[in-house]
């Protein structure tokens, strides 16, 4: 029988979906998708949504609390949605994604394969080196910092997120003070008058150096020589200022010209001993320990020896493949993006002469790339994977097959698609040793891994 809107039923929450939802079936069988629910939580849920095959719902009553629930200690967690799993033990957590990872290989990818027990991120708050946050103004018409509330551009002013680092809410509320002292205006989407839109800063986890860059409708900021003075003032450790032009009625949150108001223009950190520039268009991991876990047990899974040649497609900024530099003959790396491609072949450069003399960075999609390279004879002993969310295309995972490494590591942000890949894999010459799991967004519903495959030898 159908699920009626505002029917209300009371049910137990067996899990978490890989959206961050709990899991629960109605009397009937029908799965119902509960935000906000935690694993073991008995309540009452309202319906709001029935797609026959399955329904949504909110908590409308909380009978009883999973043992895993902890208070929330963030006043706008719920209408903000950016700590999805904010309500959740962070053990809980950790076991919720584990079983996420697995059933996307076994399920999606029916793959029998090992997944190891997930890596915890060494912090579960406070993590980020990265925010872009929205400006707008509060319920005083004051200027204010906050996040948009899921699916709308209403802005959710948020002094405090507990994601990011304490100095980078500072600065930002700084800034709003300064504003409002200064009668500069945010802007406004639905009249296109105000100057402010976002402010996004960086901070270097190793560092500890922070960029401020402020995007705006225009160039002239108004008062920037005494703006300049106040931050560097107020924060030691801001090593460069600038401002952003981003005109157009977009939901892009960066136009195409900065401009530096104060120092280099970029600010300094590394990963994995790896020397990185991050200006306010550079790709880069938030959660920068974590990363660390993350590339290190690739290079685990990568073995590496003085004669290989490492082919790292999707490289980024070639952070993953300078990490593993010093153990190979050769590094080839590729990545669509130009800006980070120029980032790369710097980071090497900044690695010294050897490094730079054996690492080979260019500009090309991955699947053309691959494609490309396989035609042209090239055998990597290892390839590198680390695609975005939608994971690799078939030529991409073609080539790769033509190439013949020995092995093939799978860094995913997506363990759907990447189940998905490591079954086309399965099924031409290549075997999914393991998987392990690694947590670099705690508090959200994300959840990284690395795969592992090796090249099957028939006699």
């Given amino acids: 029988m159908p699920l009626q809107k505002n029917q209300i039923l009371t049910l137990r929450i067996e899990r978490l979906s890989s959206d961050g939802s ?8 029908e799965t119902v998708f509960v935000p906000g629910a935690a694993p073991g939580d008995e309540a009452d849920v309202r319906i709001v949504k029935d797609c026959k095959r399955y329904a949504f719902g909110i908590l409308d009553h909380l009978r009883t609390p999973s043992p895993d629930r902890i208070p929330v200690d963030c006043a706008v967690a719920g209408p903000c949605g950016g700590c999805s799993l904010r309500h959740l033990d962070y053990t809980a957590e950790l076991r919720a994604k584990q079983e996420n990872v697995t059933d996307a290989f076994r399920r999606i990818g029916g793959l029998d394969v090992p997944v190891l027990n997930i890596c915890p991120s060494p912090e579960a708050d406070r993590y980020r080196n990265k925010v872009q946050f929205p400006v707008g103004l509060d319920k005083n018409g004051n200027p204010c910092i906050g996040f948009y509330a899921g699916r709308t551009h209403r802005i959710v002013p948020c002094p405090d997120c507990k994601l990011q680092p304490g100095v980078l809410n500072d600065i930002g509320n700084a800034l709003c003070r300064f504003f409002a002292e200064n009668g500069i205006q945010p802007y406004n989407e639905e009249t296109g008058r105000g100057l402010v839109r976002h402010i996004f800063l960086r901070r270097g986890a190793h560092s500890g150096q922070i960029m401020v860059c402020l995007v705006c409708t225009r160039p002239n900021l108004p008062h920037t020589d005494a703006l300049c003075t106040r931050l560097r003032e107020q924060f030691a450790d801001i090593a460069t200022i600038l401002l952003n ?15 530096t108001l104060y120092g280099p223009g970029y600010i300094e950190d590394t990963l994995c001993g ?29 073995q590496l020896t003085p004669d290989d040649l490492l082919l790292d497609l999707y490289c980024g900024m070639g952070t993953i493949g300078l990490s593993m530099v010093d153990y190979c003959r050769e590094l080839v790396g590729v990545e669509i993006v130009p800006e980070a491609i120029e980032s790369a072949k710097a980071n090497a450069a900044r690695m010294g002469d050897a490094v730079a003399a054996k690492s080979c960075f260019f500009c090309a999609d991955a699947g053309q790339a691959a494609t490309r390279l396989a035609a042209e004879g090239l055998h990597p002993d290892v390839v590198m994977l680390d695609p975005p969310r939608k994971g690799c295309d078939e030529a991409t995972l073609s080539a790769v097959v033509r190439m013949a490494p020995r092995r093939v590591v799978y860094v995913s942000c997506n363990p759907a698609t990447a ?41």
């Avoid at 709990?22 to 069988?29: E, I, K, M, Q």
């Avoid at 157009?248 to 010209?257: A, D, F, M, P, Q």
């Avoid at 099924?427 to 670099?440: M, R």
């Fill in 22 to 29: 709990g899991v629960a079936h109605s009397p009937d069988g």
């Fill in 245 to 259: 032009v981003n005109s157009k009625n977009t939901n892009v949150i960066l136009g195409t010209e900065t401009h």
């Fill in 274 to 302: 790896v020397p990185v520039q991050l200006g306010p268009l550079s790709f880069y991991q938030v959660n920068t320990l974590a990363a660390e876990r993350l590339y290190g047990i690739a290079a685990q899974y990568a």
């Fill in 419 to 459: 189940a998905r890949d490591a079954a086309w894999l399965e099924q031409n010459g290549y075997h999914a040793e393991k998987v392990q799991p690694v947590d670099l967004f705690p508090r959200t519903k994300h959840c990284e891994a690395v795969i592992l495959l090796t090249k099957v030898h028939v006699n």
